[in-house]
Structures are given as C-alpha cells and as structure tokens.
C-alpha cells in the first residue's frame, strides 16, 4: 500500500534535516549523498559531521555561509591514490549549496508540487556533477517505490532529467528499464501515454552517424514492436541521441536499438574498450610475480638434474700427478736441522731396505708431520728424504684440494694416492696441511669435510697404503683434527725450530759459497746479528746484500752491504727522499733517544744495536735491539725491561715538549707495552693475581676488570722508571738527539760515544765516507 502525502511528509521530515543536503555537499562534494535526503531507507547523518545542521539553512545568513564552509572540517576530501594522478571534483560554491538546501527543504516539504521538485531537479543538474546525477536518480526511483501515484510521475521534463542522470552517472543501461518501469506505472493510474513519430529519432541517428567513436558501454534497448512509440520511449530516444552527439553512437546502432527497419547483418560490430588510469600496475605485480615463480621453479628443476647427472660435481679435468722433476736434494744442502735430519733417516733406510725393519716384524710410521715457524726447511727435508732414498717425489698444497666444484677435493686425494701406488716406494708431500685438515665442526660446508674424510682413508683405511709416505708440514699444529694427527696415521711429529747460532753460521755459510765476498765477512759475526732470523730469511739477506753490492758496482760482497741488508729486512727500507721539515725530524730524533737511553740505562734491557731518525717503512724512526746469545725464556726483569724501553720514546717527548705536545707516533709503542703487559698478567703469572692463565671467554667479567686493572698497573709503573731515568739524563738526552739530526743513523757504539761526549767517528773515517758517497754518485752517473 502507498503512503498518503502527509506519511510521506512525515518520513521525509523524519529521516534528517533538511540541511543535510548541503552539508554532504560542503562535505564531499555531492560524493557523499547516494540518495534523497527525504527518503528513510538511506543512512542519517551525524551532527558531528554536519556543522551546517546546528540550525536550518534557512536560518543561516548568507554571509556566515563562507565562513562556515572554510571552517568545516567536512571540506576535507579523503585520501585517494588516484588523486595522485587524477584531479577531483570540486564542490559547488557556497552560495549554490545555500540554494540547494532551501530547494531540498521546499521540496521534502511538498512532495507532490511538480515544480518545487522540478526547481531541485534542475538544480541538481546544472552542477554537472555525477554526485548530483546520482540524488535525481535516487529520488525518482524513491519516488516510484513510496509514491508511484505522485504527479512527477506525468511529467516529461523531470523523466528526462532523470534519464539525463542516469546516462551522465554511466547508468545507460538501465534506460530500457526506467521506461518499463514508467510505462507500467502510469497504466496502472489509467494514464495512456500519447505515441510519438519515429522519424525524428532516425532524423537524428542519419545527423549523428559519422560522428567518430568513443569509449562508452553499448546500451541495449528492446525495439518497439509499432511505428510508434510512447512519451517515455521517446524522451529515452531524445536522451539517448543527444548523449550519441558526445558518445559517438553510429547511425547503424541507433537505427538496430530503434529503427523500423531489420539489422544490416554486413554491417561491422564496433567494440570499444577503454581502460583506466593506472590499470596497467596490477597486470605488471601479476607478470612479475608469475616470472619469479616459474624462475623458482626452473632453477628447482635444474639443481635436481645437476645433482643427479653429477654433471657439477665432475668439474673440470686436472692434470694427472706426477713426480717433481726438479734436482734432488740431499741431506748436505739443508743446514741449522740436524736433529730432524737424524729423525728422518730412519724414513730413508725403510725406503731403500723395507725388509731390514720388517724382519722383526717392525713397522715404519706411514706419515711424518713436520712442524715450526715459517721457513725453517721443513719443504727441503721432505725433498732431502725423497732424495736420499731414490724414489719419487709427489708434492702437493693443502689448498689445492679446495675448489668451488662440489667433491673435487676428495677426487684430487684419491688421484694423488692412486698416482703415488703405481710408483711406489714413493713420496707424498702435503704442504700447509691445515688448510684441508683443520678441526671438523658443525658450521663446515660438506665439500670440506669430503676432502678431509678421504685423506683420512687414504692414510689409513681399507686399502693399504705400504710404501707410500706421507711428509705434512704445517705451522699451525694445534689447528689439526684430532683424527688426522692420530698413531697410525702421522705417527711421528718432528719439530723444526729456528735455527740457533750454529746453524744460522751453517746457513749463511752454505748461502754465500754462490757469491763473491769480501774476505772480511765473518759469517759468525753476521749470525750474531740475525738472531730470531729463519733459513729463508738467511737466504734473503745474503741475496740482498749481493743486489746491493751490485747497485754501487762494488767488487764484492763486504761487511757493510751485510749489516745494510740486515737492517732493511729489522727496521725497513730506507726513505731517503722523504721531506722531513726540521721540527719534525728533531721531535722524530728526541723520541727514539728516549728509547736508546731506556735501553741502555735500564737493568735486563736487551743490547741496543742500531738508532734511526731517517724515515723506514711506514715508521718516521726505528730502535733495534738484538740480544747478544740466543734466548729461549724471558724473565719478569727482562719483560719489565721492555715495557720501559717501549715508553721511554713518550716519555722523552712530554719531557721537552710537555705533555700536550705528546704526538701519537708512540702508538706502536702503547700497542707493545700493553701487549706485554697482558702477557705477564694473562698468560706469565707476572702479576698480584698469581700464576694463573686466564682466557676472554673463561674469565668472569669481575676477573676481566681485575685484569685491565693489572695491565694499567703496569704501564703506568713502567712510565715512572722510564720517566725517572730521563729526567736523570736529560743532557745526554740532548746531545742523543741533536747526534741523531746530524748522522740519522748511529749503532749501539756510537751511541755509548755520544753519550760520554766523544767525537764518533775519526777524521779519516769521515773522508772515507765522503769519498765512498763521491764514487757511489758517480758510478750511478756514468749508467
């Protein structure tokens, strides 16, 4: 059943205020108000939202309405990522929402005065807004359902603003349905529409058929089945070919939607598709994520075939292992070893007589590991061994087993031991064996673990290994696994330390038989002054003296192109072309002072050997020291000695410059001292908190502080001796520096010299010099 006019009146008054309307405008522009404010199905808006609702708009005076607009939170607009791109709607001026409101409140006050709704409607329609389009059809179709007997229904002016709205809010194909629906309802008041002519409609298809497409929906509409057609069939027919002008509908549609005449069945279908701004982001996250995944998938499906073709695992073909060809080495050519040369005898007779240590059922170690600091020879007695005995020789390095092929390493240790069987007796050297038998731990890639595990086999498994022997040589013992080191395996570990001072003379004699030397060269005087030194480096001094010797076009190798090639490989090459300004070389100069008077005036000091100001390495200065027979231990005196003698090149700044002069060249110095310090306290027992070793991760954090606590003890004691010893000497401390600035280079003699005020060299030996630089330039000249 309808409601009466009045009901309606009431629903109308009841469902929100009349300012309603022109709040959602100022709001959202028109965006908010999907259907009529006097229709109750529809959602009521909050006062909180609606500040134009405090009273009628009626009520307000025009001049607020400004203000009240610019203060209204409503204005503004939400937050779209299309308007990134995309510019808004803008709401109507204030002043014509002022009108739309007082028309909504006339109308919702009478429903059914044609003009009153009318007045709104054409309102509504002048915005041009879709907000707007989309209240007239809400209306209407409100209308229709509450009122279907309402006098706006007769009129043909407000079903074709309603149509108009529905085109313009991209409602087009609801036409069809709108004139059914008005039909329908207007019979059932005994209302029968007049019939319409339709030539005028094919008037306006034949006017608008080469208008040029654009992208609109295709709107179907059921053809009248008579020539003519009714009042609302002909205001969709208007409507719709007023929009066709804009919209580019073709006379053939047109005709097919009303026309008299049947389809052209030749003509063309015109599609037209049209697509949004921005329509293209979903189809790219969409090809992306579909690449990515058939990616995954792909590399899935090879990695499964390349381990199971082994085609990875094969990697590249290696040459095949072969004996070194170099000269054999005997035992004679490897000097300052002689108790590993003894151990390794043993290893000799097996390989040239087996049967005279099996006859008693004896059995040879089946590996030797060899072990010492770098270049000590621990290569020439595995040469040295194969040698001797005759048999071939198969070197390897630890890291040649390691490659970025899965299983190469464990294939390279199978072709070793399988090339060394075929010869056998036979030889296998591994070098740097910690590089492929470290500690096996859980964090190990699984390539890694393979190698190790096939050396272990190898050594000792299944398949036997007689007379083949394994020499390792490594400078880090305590780093291999516990497996590999095991009896029956390496069952022997030979030491291989630095040579002591018969077998550095040893070295250093077996080394110069290839170079022309001065007949006053005293090997033993050279061994004196290269304590600490290893084989290689023996190797390496004579072999710079001889360059050297060769540069000045000397006749031979003398004592001063010894000690020349010493003092490079101790303290560094010389820079002599380095600019130094005066100040800085005299500060330089006090500070390795301070260091040689520490050394020499402190009990348990190591002997001082050379002092320098002049520029080596990456130092501005050096102070070398070298004690005078070889040493095995240290005691607490000695470490304290150090610590003195390490700052004493700070101290003696602070004590000419004062102490906010103190450059940072005594870094290095800080480094030295607290590493000796932390030594006593940690490792040496050298401290109050007793003979203990103590670790990082051991160690509680209150017994870590104990710690820094002892290593700050120390240094500063070991500031105030050496602060107490300069102040002491403070003239000799001068007279150091300023000898220094003037030679640049003096050794432990010459100091001693300076020190009691004597002149450091004779007058002849100056001339020598003088004449020997003279020649030096003008050999170099004459190249």
Known sequence: MLASPQV??????????????????????????????????????????????????????????????????????????????????????????????????????????????????????????????????????????????????QSSEAFKIYLDALVNSGNAAAVQSAVERRDALLTAQGITPPPVDMPALEKSEDA???????????????????????????????????????????????????????????????????????????????????????????????????????????????????????????????????????????????????????????????????TGPPGTGKTMLAKAVAGEAGVPFFSASGSEFDEMYVGVGAKRVRELFAAARKRQPAIIFIDELDAVGGKRNNRDQQYMKQTLNQLLVEMDGFQGSEGVIVIAATNFPQSLDSALT?????????????????????????????????????????????????????????????????????????????????????????????????????????????????????????????????????????TSQLPQDDKFSVTYKEMLARMDVAMGGRIAEGLIYGPENITGGASSDIHSASGLARDMVKRLGFSKLGPVDYSDSDASPKRLQEIDDEVTRLIKESEERAREVLTSKLPELHRLAESLVEYETLDGDEVKKVIKGEPIRALNEVLDEKLQETEEVDNFASR
Not at 107 to 132: I, Y
Not at 512 to 517: A, C, E, I, Q
Not at 521 to 531: E, F, M, N, Q, S
Not at 574 to 581: D, L, M, V
């Open 486 to 622: 095991r009896p029956g395996r390496f069952d022997r570990h030979i030491a291989v330390p630095l040579p002591d001072i018969r077998g550095r003379v040893q070295i250093i004699q077996h080394h110069m038989k290839g170079v022309k030397t001065s007949t006053e060269v005293d090997p033993k005087r050279l061994a004196r002054g290269t304590i600490g030194f290893s084989g290689a480096d023996l190797q390496n001094m004579v072999n710079i003296a001889a360059i050297h010797a060769a540069k000045e076009r000397a006749k031979d190798v003398n004592l001063n192109h010894f000690e020349w090639a010493i003092d490079r490989i101790i303290m560094g090459a010389e820079r002599k072309s380095a600019f130094i300004e005066p100040k800085q070389k005299l500060a330089t100069a006090y500070h390795e002072a301070g260091h040689a008077l520490v050394c020499i005036y402190t009990d348990g000091a190591m002997p001082l050997h050379k002092v320098t100001c002049m520029p080596r390495g990456h130092a501005l200065g050096y």
């Open 208 to 370: 608008q058929a080469d208008a040029p497409p654009a992208p609109q929906p295709t709107v179907t509409i059921e053809k009248p089945t008579a020539a003519k057609v009714t009042e609302s069939q002909g205001i969709a027919q208007a409507v719709l070919a007023k929009a066709s002008t804009s919209n580019a509908l073709t006379g053939n549609t047109m005709s097919r939607l009303w026309g008299n005449a049947a389809p052209d069945a030749s003509a063309p279908i015109q599609v037209i598709l049209t697509e949004k701004k921005g329509a293209w982001v979903p189809r790219l996250l969409r090809f992306m994520f579909l690449s990515l995944l058939a990616s995954f998938f792909l590399l899935i499906i090879l990695s499964v075939f390349f381990e199971n073709s082994g085609l990875i695992k094969a990697g590249p073909q290696f040459s095949v292992f072969e004996p070194n060809p170099d000269r054999p080495v005997r035992f004679s050519d490897v000097h300052g070893v002689d108790e590993a040369k003894e151990e390794l005898q043993d290893i000799v007779q097996f390989l040239k007589d087996p049967s005279s240590f099996t006859v008693l059922g004896g059995r040879l170690p089946n590996g030797v590991l060899l």
């Open 8 to 153: 309606y009146c009431a629903l109308s008054r009841g469902a929100r205020p009349a300012s309603s309307l022109t709040a959602s405008l100022v709001s959202v522009g028109l965006r908010s108000l999907s259907t009529s404010a006097c229709f109750p199905r529809y959602p009521v808006h909050s006062a909180t939202r609606n500040l134009i609702l405090a009273r009628p708009t009626a009520h307000i005076p025009p001049r607020s309405l400004p203000s009240l607009y610019r203060q209204s939170p409503l204005t503004l607009r939400p937050f779209s990522l299309k308007a990134l791109w995309s510019k808004g709607e803008q709401p109507p001026p204030p002043h014509v929402v002022a009108r739309i409101s007082l028309l909504e409140a006339e109308a919702n006050t009478k429903p059914r005065d044609v003009g009153k709704q009318l007045e709104l409607f054409r309102e509504l329609a002048q915005t041009n807004m879709k907000a707007s389009y989309e209240i007239i059809v809400s209306r209407w179709e409100r209308m229709c359902e509450v009122d279907s007997e309402s006098p706006l229904l």
